[in-house]
């Protein structure tokens, strides 16, 4: 630890720290560019200098020179760094000035204003008016994909979108090419990006140069309502921010959750938006002569108690889908205990994930935060960057630091870091458990390509065999880590929504003359079979309605509270940001009423009543941001199953990444994203 | 300079000769593992070189590959240094120097020279002999107005010397690198002016 005055105010900090750490350790505000705490250091947009004593004796930009470069005077007192003094207050006007000089003047008309770095620090540490008469830069706008829109004129050169995409996302999409007056940021040569994170650039952007594409022009950021909730796109629980504007969800932006999504959310958890305004369920429907005509609540109510009471239990089903929130599921789950069917089932796609071998058998044990941790990975039947992107981030992260032996079994792609690729199926799996030498801190990375088929289980297995042999279970750390993709499967697993004694799975449900009745509530990527009548709750009309007998409209994730476990068991709460459309309802709602048309209504008249109970079986669910850990014995028994696995090619669980639940395959922008992806989008004329 | 953008007319394809992969190949061989994007001057200089002086886009996606770099880490490159050149140049490709102490010396004669005989900068004459461009000071001040011919340097050019320099050129006539006017580098063209004595000589 190093001491140093910042203006005046003595700090005790690490001798590696720059001094722009050093002055928010105590407590002083450094105007920046540039600089981002997550991002390697540039040193280039010049406006953080400051005026040090114990250095050189000129203004020093304090995101490139650490502590430890600054000498103590001669009587041993400390270095001295001012942030206040005319010097400095002098740089800052000149820096500003320079990046005034050929930054337009049409905040009016552009989208970051009100959310701008320049506007705001310019009204902070600029001067009035401008001495410059000449004429300003011009700059050609690029095409760099559908999710970004660029005005270059704006571009002050800070770099920050190049160094995510080359350091974070790691497909080097971006750069600057040309020097100079005449440096570009640009991609190459108008392609668009590839990264599947790549709406990030927009928040890095200091000024207006990158900006969401799909929210241009459409409102100023004073006007939106903000609500901080959690995504459901994928498994990982990401922290955002939902902006609203009346009834309608504007856009979505990342928190910060160092634990979590640190500052980073995928493309789909940003630009779903538009998925949540079309395709709507808003009102009731009942299926009469094979088609489905709008009703009343009452009547879709009465039609399905009347088809409920005509079928015996054990020929009625429930099914839970992707995005359900914790409660909603318990409603259901209490439903299907008082109809007395133990056909019940959350895993759509087959995944042999069962809560009978304890939690820790179907968490990301190792945690998001302890990827950083793990000495070595071995993925199994994951394509990271497609089902999680953001932890992909995390294990690139990993990476970068170096020493970090990654192995895959499963399909070769492109993970945007190195890895020694095994093969294919379990086979290779078996062969690397028998031959590895044991690492420290394994990473054991199991994706729902390996656990989603017949012999899922013994892929499982397998995967805690080789996490107990290979040095995935010691002192402190569990590195078998179940890699979910969908946001509602370990809070369902929680409350062992799976199969009762003699009860059907979800593939057994869906064969045609298994049942007579299936609640399906939001499960879309499971083809039910003709036979069964279905009753679909859900908010989007998708493929489960397009099945459906009756259909319950529900909401949206934006448009009920409810808590969400991810996929290392952090319970998680989500809030309602606007109200289902039309004569929709609130999921938990829509079976309460269905139960009280059943005659029999569930125990609870409001949310709260519902969580209390909720808590009172499953007392996990009230630590809200916590995990309850699992036992690293559950996985060590695990291993001791026998496992007899096939020899097909394990097939990563998600073909598309943009197309993976309902919201999304509404979203004219994800289809614009997926077409791209799938490189059959004409490239945009230069 | 202004803004650099690649040619319009883009060859199909471009391929290292065999000479030159096996260069490459030996050159990259020098590098520790991972750090192979450090050759990637000496690689583009080398495709350009065999490319008749200038880059097409295939080139950079080549050297991209070979060094396992982003394509647009190489494009960077390629726009950042001015010695790349972009689109088609003169098999004598002329670089004047317009800077200070060469304007004083009278570079603005041998511009319209260049202008006359050659035409706008950046363009091939029909013959595809000349093509011209203005570049900041290549630092032979001394023996200003100077022009640089594809590697080598012409000096101390006036509107006459430079046309038959030009004439040689174009006829295929060996021609005098360095000093037109027949001076040794850069001593004084008349008699010494200064230092014409040695220490001490002088004083009285």
């Given at each position: 630890m190093t001491k140093i005055l910042v203006d005046g105010v003595e700090v005790d900090v690490p001798g590696d720290f720059t001094l722009l750490q050093a002055c928010e350790q105590a407590g002083v505000e450094v105007p920046r560019f540039c600089y981002h705490e997550r991002l390697s250091i540039a040193g280039n947009c010049r406006m953080c200098l400051v005026e040090v004593k114990g250095g050189p004796p000129k203004p020093q930009a304090s995101c490139a020179m650490s502590v430890k470069d600054l000498r103590p005077g001669p009587n041993g007192a400390p270095p001295e760094v001012l942030t206040k003094s005319p010097m400095v207050k002098k740089a800052r006007e000149g820096v500003m000035e320079f990046l005034l000089i050929n930054h337009p003047l049409d905040c009016p008309i552009c989208d970051q204003g009100g959310e701008c770095d320049l506007q705001d620090q310019a009204l902070v540490f600029g001067v009035d008016s401008s001495r410059y008469h000449e004429n300003k830069r011009a700059v050609e706008d690029k095409y760099i994909g559908v999710l970004v829109k660029t005005e270059m004129n704006r571009c002050i050169h800070c770099t920050r979108c190049v160094r995510f995409t080359a350091e974070v996302a790691g497909t080097g999409d971006m750069g600057a090419i040309g020097r100079g007056e005449d440096m570009e940021i640009t991609t190459y040569l108008e392609s668009a990006m590839t990264s599947e994170l790549q709406g990030n650039v927009a928040d890095l952007c200091p000024v207006g140069a990158l900006l969401p594409k799909p929210q241009s022009f459409r409102a100023r950021p004073w006007e939106y309502q903000?609500?901080?909730?959690?995504?459901?796109?994928?498994?990982?629980?990401?922290?955002?921010?939902?902006?609203?504007?009346?009834?309608?969800v504007m856009r979505i932006l990342p928190r910060i959750n160092d634990l979590v999504n640190e500052e980073w959310i995928s493309d789909k958890a940003r630009q779903i938006v538009d998925g949540l305004k079309t395709q709507r369920l808003d009102r009731p429907y009942i299926r009469e002569n094979g088609r489905l005509r709008p009703a009343s609540w009452r009547e879709a109510l009465a039609a399905v108690a009347a088809k409920t009471k005509a079928t015996s239990p054990s020929r009625i089903g429930a099914l839970v889908g992707d995005l359900a929130a914790v409660e909603e599921t318990f409603a259901l789950k209490l439903l299907a205990q008082q109809l007395g069917t133990p056909n019940l089932d959350c895993r759509?796609?087959?995944?042999?994930?069962?809560?009978?071998?304890?939690?820790?058998?179907?968490?990301?044990?190792?945690?998001?935060?302890?990827?950083?941790?793990?000495?070595?990975?071995?993925?199994?039947?994951?394509?990271?960057?497609?089902?999680?992107?953001?932890?992909?981030?995390?294990?690139?992260?990993?990476?970068?630091?170096?020493?970090?032996?990654?192995?895959?079994?499963?399909?070769?792609?492109?993970?945007?870091?190195?890895?020694?690729?095994?093969?294919?199926?379990?086979?290779?799996?078996?062969?690397?458990?028998?031959?590895?030498?044991?690492?420290?801190?394994?990473?054991?990375?199991?994706?729902?390509?390996?656990?989603?088929?017949?012999?899922?289980?013994?892929?499982?297995?397998?995967?805690?065999?080789?996490?107990?042999?290979?040095?995935?279970?010691?002192?402190?750390?569990?590195?078998?880590?179940?890699?979910?993709?969908?946001?509602?499967?370990?809070?369902?697993?929680?409350?062992?929504?799976?199969?009762?004694?003699?009860?059907?799975?979800?593939?057994?449900?869906?064969?045609?003359?298994?049942?007579?009745?299936?609640?399906?509530?939001?499960?879309?990527?499971?083809?039910?079979?003709?036979?069964?009548?279905?009753?679909?709750?859900?908010?989007?009309?998708?493929?489960?309605?397009?099945?459906?007998?009756?259909?319950?409209?529900?909401?949206?994730?934006?448009?009920?509270?409810?808590?969400?476990?991810?996929?290392?068991?952090?319970?998680?709460?989500?809030?309602?940001?606007?109200?289902?459309?039309?004569?929709?309802?609130?999921?938990?709602?829509?079976?309460?009423?269905?139960?009280?048309?059943?005659?029999?209504?569930?125990?609870?008249?409001?949310?709260?009543?519902?969580?209390?109970?909720?808590?009172?079986t499953h007392p996990h669910f009230a630590q809200v941001d916590e995990i309850a850990e699992g036992e690293s014995a559950q996985i060590v028994a695990l291993a001791n199953h026998p496992a007899v696995a096939m020899k097909d090619p394990f097939v990563p669980a998600i073909q598309n990444f943009y197309f993976t639940n309902p919201i999304a395959r509404a979203s004219a922008v994800m289809a614009e994203c997926s077409a791209l992806a799938q490189g059959r989008f004409a490239q945009a004329a230069e | 300079?202004?803004?650099?953008?690649?040619?319009?007319?883009?060859?199909?394809?471009?391929?290292?000769?065999?000479?030159?992969?096996?260069?490459?190949?030996?050159?990259?061989?020098?590098?520790?593992?991972?750090?192979?994007?450090?050759?990637?001057?000496?690689?583009?200089?080398?495709?350009?070189?065999?490319?008749?002086?200038?880059?097409?886009?295939?080139?950079?996606?080549?050297?991209?590959?070979?060094?396992?770099?982003?394509?647009?880490?190489?494009?960077?490159?390629?726009?950042?240094?001015?010695?790349?050149?972009?689109?088609?140049?003169?098999?004598?490709?002329?670089?004047?120097?317009?800077?200070?102490?060469?304007?004083?010396?009278?570079?603005?004669?041998?511009?319209?020279?260049?202008q006359r005989r050659v035409g706008p900068q950046r363009r091939v004459t029909d013959d595809g002999l000349f093509s011209w461009i203005e570049v900041e000071c290549l630092g032979a001040c001394c023996n200003a107005p100077m022009v640089q011919i594809n590697d080598d340097y012409y000096e101390d050019l006036t509107a006459e010397n430079f046309e038959k320099l030009l004439d040689n050129l174009a006829a295929g006539r060996p021609v005098k690198i360095g000093s037109q006017i027949g001076r040794v580098s850069s001593e004084p063209v008349g008699k010494l002016t200064s230092l014409t004595s040695f220490y001490g000589d002088g004083a009285k």
């Open positions: 903000k609500t901080e909730t959690i995504d459901v796109m994928d498994a990982l629980g990401s922290a955002i921010r939902v902006d609203s504007r009346g009834r309608e759509q796609d087959g995944a042999k994930l069962d809560p009978k071998f304890g939690r820790a058998s179907y968490l990301f044990n190792a945690t998001i935060a302890g990827i950083e941790q793990a000495g070595a990975a071995l993925i199994i039947g994951a394509n990271p960057r497609k089902e999680s992107p953001v932890l992909n981030a995390r294990i690139r992260k990993r990476w970068l630091k170096g020493d970090f032996k990654i192995s895959l079994v499963g399909e070769r792609a492109d993970l945007t870091y190195g890895y020694d690729y095994l093969g294919a199926g379990p086979e290779s799996l078996l062969q690397f458990i028998r031959s590895a030498k044991p690492a420290e801190r394994l990473l054991v990375v199991v994706g729902q390509g390996a656990l989603a088929r017949d012999d899922g289980e013994a892929a499982l297995t397998l995967a805690a065999q080789a996490a107990q042999s290979l040095g995935g279970l010691s002192d402190g750390w569990n590195g078998f880590s179940v890699l979910h993709t969908a946001a509602a499967r370990v809070g369902a697993l929680d409350l062992g929504f799976t199969p009762g004694a003699g009860g059907l799975d979800a593939r057994a449900m869906a064969k045609t003359g298994a049942l007579d009745l299936i609640f399906n509530l939001g499960a879309d990527e499971i083809a039910i079979e003709p036979g069964a009548f279905v009753v679909y709750i859900g908010a989007h009309g998708d493929r489960g309605a397009h099945r459906a007998d009756v259909i319950l409209p529900g909401a949206a994730y934006t448009e009920k509270s409810g808590l969400y476990v991810n996929t290392e068991g952090r319970v998680q709460r989500a809030f309602r940001v606007v109200f289902p459309p039309g004569e929709a309802r609130e999921d938990w709602a829509v079976l309460r009423a269905l139960s009280g048309a059943l005659g029999n209504p569930l125990p609870f008249d409001s949310l709260a009543a519902l969580r209390r109970r909720l808590v009172e | 300079m202004s803004t650099r953008r690649l040619a319009e007319d883009q060859p199909a394809s471009f391929e290292f000769t065999p000479e030159n992969k096996a260069w490459l190949e030996t050159q990259i061989a020098k590098y520790p593992d991972g750090r192979q994007a450090s050759m990637v001057v000496p690689a583009l200089w080398q495709a350009q070189k065999q490319n008749d002086n200038w880059l097409p886009q295939a080139a950079i996606e080549k050297v991209a590959d070979a060094l396992g770099m982003a394509k647009i880490r190489v494009l960077e490159i390629a726009t950042f240094y001015s010695m790349f050149n972009l689109e088609p140049v003169g098999k004598y490709f002329i670089q004047l120097c317009g800077t200070t102490p060469c304007l004083l010396a009278g570079s603005d004669e041998i511009i319209e020279v260049l």
